[in-house]
């Protein structure tokens, strides 16, 4: 349970001696209440209340990272249920599951497809970011073995060592203790020799067990244990579990500050149907889970379930934005019309999936106002006559277009006249005011 | 530290609406978020319905207009093949023909394919207009009245029309979907509108406006789940309605379900992405809250069941 601002007081020095920039040690303690300070802002704190206090003052879901190198991952640290009140923060890490029981030749070709997985979507590099090997053949050698080639292979990927044995654990990690693995996992029989092993070797441990009381008693037994950096597994499979079991973790984590249950979390969302796999990873993307395990990795499946990750974890306070660019639509000729829009992405989205219903090959001018809607670009002085000419010449539009005919949205009708001054030889035309009229007015144009 | 579930439990519940006579559907009725039976009563699955067309589709991608040829340039048969070949639980027929800028089909040619298609099948009609809001008017008039007494479900009422559309669905006995654009006061405000003008609120049916994945779908989804929030925490009747998810046109005219592998071969396979995208955005969207789905490819469709099953 979160401590209150008198408790919080009740441990500073009382001396109100200002130097954390606070009046009071009263005004300080209320501002660590809400997390809108930091302790290290006292100088004179006891090591006692850094001990309580930094144990409270810490985030509700405690960050863990995976990998190394720019291609880690770091998992935790949410601070909401709903992505309206606050952008979910570290998107989830997509892993794809290998068995050592496979032959070489399979396991190759999926650390090559894992490799090839890169995919650049709005602007942001996306791929398969962790390979999740499962130790099926009960055999530790063989086991050894694949994590070894794997890590050659793909050194740049994150790892996660999926085995129940500690001596498989250790012949495995011994080799990759650089690399920020996680070892999966430890249950209720094999925590103590599963710990050791993950603190030898500074790897995160991921804990097992079926359903919250047990797994919450095997997070505090392993963090006893010296255990810092710990992942869960509740023992969900189907989807009515993941859902239950992830939103209770996630509701104690954040609105009870329950710490053992304070830490990212793994699903395993492997299905034999591809499509619903696709759901069950939609579901774990959606619902909270930092690891989503997958059977395979095609490259139709990856391009839905990054595009999903990247439109749930998008800051819902900051618009999403569109390159500024001129975009065809079909294919243009020189002949085609040119419109141009603002670069908030559902303007983009509308305005250009309303051009393709024409069927007019078309030009978009995406001209960037930071993101906002044309009124709201309008009114705020980004969509301007100025620099909306500056952006059409600066274009080099002109060199590949016959015409000089610019169309405008019917709202900024009232710039028309002040585009053509600055923009000397261009004949301006004011559009529809909504994109739904785009058809027929590109059809009664008769480009 | 013991744990202690941390349930929640809230004031309000979502409307449950039952459309058709022969075999009914019901929708609706949860007091608990999405899925969320740990915690409360979430007693109906969610409907999905198969989207036809007045007109034949040529304007789908070859992909999922495929899998209807031989059907689909007649919506009777097209009917029948969704009911009784894809076990669909309702049939959502999309009057797109009717619109000025396509085959401009009248609203008594409308009004003819809503009486033939419900002499074709038992399961519920959804019956949609071409989003034209004047030409809607017209055709939803004349469509509700051949279809009185069936229970079906009208739309889309919106700001521009939904008086005309309002007093159809209710003169003849029909649910109604009122649809504004990705905006929780807008949705509020429509079906305040609506319930004003004496239609109960009970038998409306909230279209927050769909987007597809990659296309605005969080906008669609968070605004899905403050409803849905608002509806159970705030007990506020304007907000209960169930929601309309309406997936498969949003979906199948987007480059991801277009764009060939030649062309883009870091996308994949064109079929299974197609698919992949109906299914995904679908998903989402019932994790976010809407009980009735309108869809188009029958795989996507059959995986959305599926997934329906594990959640129940």
């Known amino acids: 349970m979160a401590l209150t601002g008198v408790q919080i007081f009740k441990l500073l020095p009382k001396t109100n001696c200002k130097k954390c920039g606070h009046p009071t040690c009263l005004a300080f303690a209320m501002k660590l209440a809400q997390r809108q300070a930091s302790l290290d802002l006292c100088p004179d704190v006891s090591e006692e209340a850094k001990k309580v206090l930094g144990e409270e003052s810490a985030p509700p879901i405690r960050p863990i990272t995976i990998g190394s190198g720019d291609k880690s991952s770091k998992m935790g640290e949410e601070t909401v249920l709903f992505r309206h009140e606050k952008k979910f923060v570290n998107p989830c890490v997509f892993a794809v599951e290998i068995k050592d029981s496979m032959k070489d030749e399979e396991i190759n070709s999926i650390v090559d497809d894992v490799l090839t997985s890169e995919i650049d979507r709005v602007g942001q590099k996306l791929r398969i970011d962790a390979i999740f090997i499962d130790n099926a053949s009960n055999d530790a050698g063989r086991f050894e073995n694949v994590v070894k080639a794997v890590a050659s292979k793909a050194p740049g990927t994150a790892l996660i060592l999926s085995t129940k044995n500690p001596q498989a654990a250790e012949a495995a990690l011994k080799n990759v203790a650089d690399k920020k693995a996680l070892l999966y996992g430890a249950d209720e029989s094999n925590a103590d020799a599963m710990a050791g092993v993950a603190k030898t070797y500074k790897a995160s441990l991921g804990i097992i067990a079926k359903g919250l009381d047990a797994l919450s008693a095997l997070s505090e037994k392993v963090k006893a244990l010296g255990v810092e950096d710990i992942v869960l597994d509740s023992g969900a499979r189907s989807a009515k579990e993941i859902l239950e079991n992830n939103t209770l973790i996630r509701r104690a984590a954040i609105k009870k500050n329950f710490k053992p249950l304070g830490y990212p979390v793994i699903t395993l969302a492997q299905r034999d149907d591809k499509m619903l796999e696709v759901l069950m990873a939609s579901l774990a993307i959606a619902k909270y889970s930092s690891i989503v395990v997958m059977s395979s990795i095609e490259k139709w499946k990856n391009l839905a379930l990054f595009t999903l990750r990247q439109n749930i974890y998008t800051d819902p306070q900051v618009p999403m934005q569109v390159e500024q660019k001129i975009y065809n639509v079909g294919e243009p000729t020189p002949d085609s019309p040119l419109m141009i829009t603002t670069n908030f992405s559902l303007t983009y989205f509308i305005v250009s999936g309303e051009v393709e219903n024409s069927k007019v090959a078309s030009r978009l001018a995406v001209m960037d106002c930071e993101g906002l809607s044309v009124l709201t670009a309008w009114a705020a002085g980004k969509f301007t006559a100025s620099k909306i000419a500056q952006f059409i010449q600066e274009s080099g539009i002109e060199n590949e277009i016959k015409h000089k005919e610019l169309i405008i949205p019917g709202y900024v009708a009232i710039l028309s006249g002040a585009i053509e001054e600055k923009l000397p030889g261009w004949k301006i035309t004011v559009g529809p005011r909504e994109a739904n009229g785009l058809p027929a007015f590109l059809k009664t144009r008769g480009n | ?312």
């Open chain 2, 1 to 312: 530290m013991a744990f202690v579930a941390p349930k929640e439990t809230y004031s309000g519940k979502v409307y449950q609406v039952e459309i058709g006579t022969d075999k009914t559907a019901v929708f609706g009725g949860e007091s608990v978020l999405p899925f969320n039976s740990f915690e409360g009563n979430a007693p109906n699955r969610p409907v999905v319905a198969y989207e036809i067309q007045d007109v034949a589709p040529e304007d789908w991608p070859e992909t999922v207009k495929k899998v209807y040829d031989g059907v689909s340039n007649d919506p009777v048969a097209w009917a029948k093949h969704c009911q009784d070949s894809l076990n669909a639980r309702a049939i959502a027929l999309r009057l797109i023909g009717t619109h000025p800028d396509r085959e401009n089909r009248s609203p008594e040619d409308a009004a003819k394919t809503v009486k033939d298609v419900l002499a074709a099948i038992n399961v519920p009609l959804i019956i949609l207009g071409s989003n034209n809001a004047e030409k809607d008017a017209a055709v939803l008039v004349a469509a509700a009245e051949a279809a009185k007494g069936k229970n079906c479900i009208i739309g889309k009422a919106q700001e521009a029309n939904y008086k005309t559309i309002v007093a159809a669905a209710m003169a003849n006995n029909h649910k109604l979907i009122a649809m504004s654009e990705l905006d929780i006061n807008l949705s509020k405000q429509l079906n305040i509108l609506i319930t004003q003008m004496g239609f109960d609120k009970e038998r409306l049916i909230t279209d927050p406006m769909c987007s597809a994945l990659g296309y605005g779908l969080e906008y669609t989804y968070s605004v899905m789940e403050r409803i849905r929030l608002a509806a159970l925490t705030q007990n506020d009747a304007t907000m209960q309605p169930p929601m309309l998810a309406d997936v498969g046109m949003y979906v199948w005219k987007i480059k991801e379900t277009q764009a060939s592998e030649a062309d883009l071969p870091q996308w994949g396979t064109l079929v299974e992405r197609g698919i992949a995208w109906e299914t995904t955005t679908a998903g989402s969207l019932l994790i976010s809250g809407a009980e009735l789905l309108i869809m188009r490819h029958p795989e996507a469709a059959r995986a959305v069941e599926k997934f329906i099953d594990e959640l129940m």
